[in-house]
């Protein structure tokens, strides 16, 4: 029988290619081919890059100061841990609010993945963010927030009651009355108006025994810091302390003090924890310091940037916290994690 079928199979088909084709899968009826997505999922899967592809620029106030530096290592290393690449650029100085806008304008015209920025001016910055979301680049702020009801995210220390701290802390040293003169750095930027209002509001609350008689700008510069101290102590002999803003404000106020053979009678209680401040806190130029974690501020930005980036929950206020540094707990654990930054 077998023959007989193999006989009469050389008259239609050869045996290979009968079985072949006996073998070979038949389509679905239904089955449809795929479809490539349209519309807005495939802008959805368009704005989120591969994470190697994620560059975010880091825009500070200025790079010329300890506090920037440690900001830029904070970022720097929350990028590494997620394979992204950080940007890092600013003006020199944190008074160049212009330059600042030019720097952040160019990075969304290099389409950057995200910005994370410190704000020079809380109102001037506020055109230049809404340009760069409208141009799809997510901009997140650290360090000083801006006027602004629609930014994403603020990640900062709570200046006002940072510096109400520090105010307490000064008023403290002093003995509970007496004359103080304030040392803000930048007027218009957030940070420098939160914390002189931080300030005010603990002189406030001595019901009239502390009396802010002086408050100067140092435009976040030690020379200029250093003379409106020496304006402060000619014009107020009985100056009994001072309360400084930030690195420059600190460093300036000290050497001017240190200069006019006051130290130690001027009480000195200022922001920010730089090698320079600490060398003046060891000496008893200066009495204690509010230390900000600008390693946190950085990596926290970034971290809420790439959430931003791919479409994840962003965090609008993170509080990066405060500590009050003396010559008395500067070895424990907790101020040498902040100091090592």
Known sequence: MLRQCLRSAKYLLPLPLLLIAACAPKPAPDAAPPVAPKGDAQKGAEAKPATGDIK????????????????????????????AT??????????????????????????????????????????????????GVPVITIDSGVDYDKIRSLVATD????????????IALMGGSGD??????????AS???????????????????????????????ETAAKVTDDMLTK???????????EPGVVGAANAVK??????????????GSPAEVEQLK???????????????????????????????????VDTGVFILTKENIDSPEAQKLLMK
């Open 56 to 83: 975010i620029a880091v825009v500070p106030k200025a790079v010329t100061h300890q506090f920037w530096t440690t900001v830029k290592a904070g970022a720097e290393s929350a990028a590494k841990e997620a394979g």
């Open 259 to 272: 200069s006019a053979g006051k130290a130690g009678k001027v009480i000195i209680v200022g922001f920010d």
């Open 283 to 317: 000496a008893g130029v200066v009495s204690a310091l509010v230390l900000q974690d600008p390693f946190k501020m950085g990596a926290e930005g970034v971290k809420q940037a790439l959430a931003a980036i791919k479409g994840g929950k962003v965090e609008k206020r």
């Open 192 to 222: 420098s108006e939160d914390r002189e209002k931080g300030f005010k509001q603990a002189v406030e609350a001595t019901g009239g025994k502390v009396k802010l008689v002086s408050t100067l700008f140092s435009d976040s510069k030690i």
């Open 236 to 246: 107020s002999p009985n100056l009994k302390g001072i309360f400084a803003a930030n």
């Open 159 to 170: 200046n006002v009651a940072g510096a109400k701290t520090g105010g307490e802390k000064l």
């Open 86 to 135: 950080v940007i890092w650029k600013g003006p020199d100085k944190e008074t160049d609010v212009a330059g600042q806008k030019a720097i952040i304008e160019d990075f969304v015209t290099n389409k950057v993945s995200a910005i994370v920025m410190a704000a020079c001016d809380a109102k001037a910055l506020v055109p230049t963010i809404e340009k760069a979301e409208a141009a």
């Open 180 to 189: 103080v003169g304030c040392i803000p750095f930048v007027k218009g930027a």
